[in-house]
């Protein structure tokens, strides 16, 4: 079956203003997430993942602003000319989001029957009416004992049933996307394992369509069937889980998976990459990776790569595209 688009992204560009400085976080994204699918978003902390997330939902706050671009969302049309009536109902009752410390986003003044309560009362014309009935339907998706977490304050809760509460809330109104940012970060190895079970569970059932962030290659290849791989603010390699990890194009995917342990069976395969990303308030011109990149050349200090086909619905973004993949060079 083909894919259906859900949300698409065309040349957004988000800046950070604060003082004299300003950081493009991301800057020049095309992507597509397609219905029903896992999309996974991963690169280094800083690459701006967490800001294309918010992007999405238009939670960039003033002095910051999405300064380019398009975002489309099925029928509603264009979410960046949205009126502010729209814009609410949009959020929640179509794309959600789960942030990244779920776990402190919870208000710890507010049982989670109250939270519950207070998203369906902001949103009346929701198909929800009755929210304990609901939350505690999804407190059951997520393998949490309603009787138990209804009535708990956030600190009563684990890690763990916090995100996991967090998730239950973000899937309140039925929105046809969730965003997931690092739902694993926080957790314990186990913990993580049973956020991953869940959240594979949540799809089967509802089929929602799925944005998962995440620095960990590993926690993609578990769950997504796409991977957007993301360097200083662009997307440098985009297609399935098993090409992006069978044959990653991008030095930067390469890298990253050099990074991931035992994912081919090595033991204490686990390498940083070497460097920094690059300071996004004084890019060089060129390719964004170059200083980090071990077949940099000199059209790579001089030309910025675009994405280009390299296989079916999988682009990378290099000057390199014709060099033996890094990963059998670096051993
Ligand atoms: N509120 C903010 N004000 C100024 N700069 C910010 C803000 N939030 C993020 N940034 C900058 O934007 C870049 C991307 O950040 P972020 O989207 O959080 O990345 P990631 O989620 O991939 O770790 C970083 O350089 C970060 O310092
Ligand atoms: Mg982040």
Not at 198 to 203: A, E, K, N, P, S
Not at 209 to 228: K, N, P, Q, S, Y
Not at 286 to 299: I, M, W
Request: neutral net charge; charged residues 25%.
């Amino acid at each position: 079956m083909d894919p259906t688009p859900i949300l698409q992204i065309e040349r957004l560009a988000v800046e950070y203003h604060t003082g004299r400085t300003v950081v493009r976080a991301v800057d020049q994204i095309d992507l597509t997430l397609n219905r029903g699918e896992i999309l996974g978003l991963v690169g280094e902390s800083g690459c701006g993942k967490t800001t294309l997330g918010h992007a999405l939902l238009r939670m960039i706050e003033k002095p910051h602003r999405i300064v380019g671009g398009r975002i489309w969302f099925d029928n509603l049309g264009e979410v960046l000319e949205m009126n502010k009536a729209s814009l609410s109902r949009y959020r929640w009752e179509h794309i959600a989001y789960v942030f990244q410390s779920a776990q402190n986003a919870l208000n710890p003044l507010l049982t989670v029957r109250q939270q519950a309560r207070l998203v369906i009362q902001a949103h009346p014309g929701g198909k929800y009416r009755d929210p304990d009935q609901r939350m505690t339907e999804l407190l059951r998706m997520v393998n949490l004992d309603p009787r138990r977490v209804l009535t708990a304050y956030p600190h009563e809760l684990s890690g763990g049933m916090k995100q996991r509460v967090g998730v239950a809330l973000a899937l309140m109104l039925d929105p046809e996307v969730i965003v997931l940012d690092e739902p694993t970060t926080a957790l314990d190895v186990v913990s993580q394992a049973t956020i991953l079970e869940i959240l594979r569970d949540v799809h089967q059932r509802l089929n929602t369509t799925m944005m998962f962030i995440t620095h960990d290659m590993a926690v993609v290849a578990e769950l997504a069937d796409r991977v957007a791989v993301m360097y200083a603010g662009r997307i440098v390699e985009l297609g399935s889980v098993d090409a992006v990890f069978y044959t990653a194009r991008h030095p930067y995917t390469q890298a990253l998976m050099a990074a991931v342990p035992s994912l081919d069976g090595r033991p204490g395969g686990l390498r940083a990459i070497q460097g920094h990303p690059p300071d996004l308030r004084q890019l060089p011109p060129g390719c964004r990776f170059q200083d980090r990149c071990p077949l940099a050349v000199e059209a790579c200090r001089v030309r910025e790569p675009l994405p280009v086909p390299v296989g079916d619905g999988h682009e990378a973004a290099c000057l390199r595209l014709d060099e033996p993949p890094l990963k059998e060079v670096n051993q």
